[in-house]
């Protein structure tokens, strides 16, 4: 089973996700797994991952995935229910590295990652792959950023160019496509109803 759960910041996407994975590990037993894709690369940062941590609670076993998203899944056990969070620093980082230090996006260099975007999308799609033949359930945050308009950057264009094709690859790809809009989940793709009130 594969959720693809996006979002506005703050709108409530991640405890829609975790809700997902928490009803799905219930079900299925097995462990369950929380790959965090953002790295402490501040007090900010470190602070809202620490703010994370406690409000999803114990029973999650935490790996850090900044990039390497098919390295970590080769690690969980097949029946294990994983939520990966959040896609859109998974694609900053593949894009650009993990230091925003030089004269794109937010400072950072055009060329310090050496993934394409290619790559990323190939990578994406062997955890979908990977995650389908060993029976683990994957549930995958991601923001919307795409309601404004164009960018004139042409660096901020490419991420957010990257991303979408990301977002309309899982949402391909996945059983379930959520969109959370204030709090509420609202369904576009899905096998059968979820309740949503269970946590």
Partial sequence: MIAFVSGGARSGKSHVAESLA???????????????????????????????????GDGWITLEAPVALDEALAGVEAGSTVLLDCLTLWASQLLYGGGLNGSGLNGSSVNDSDLGERDGERLLADVVTLARSRSIALVVVSNDLNEALVPSDPEVWRYLAFLQRCHRQLARDADWVIEVIAGRPVEWKTPWKTSWEAT
């Fill in 22 to 56: 928490r009803q799905w590990h219930r079900q299925r037993g097995g462990r369950r797994y929380y790959f965090a894709t953002a790295m402490a690369s501040d007090a900010e940062m470190a602070a809202r991952i620490a703010r994370h941590r406690r409000e999803r």
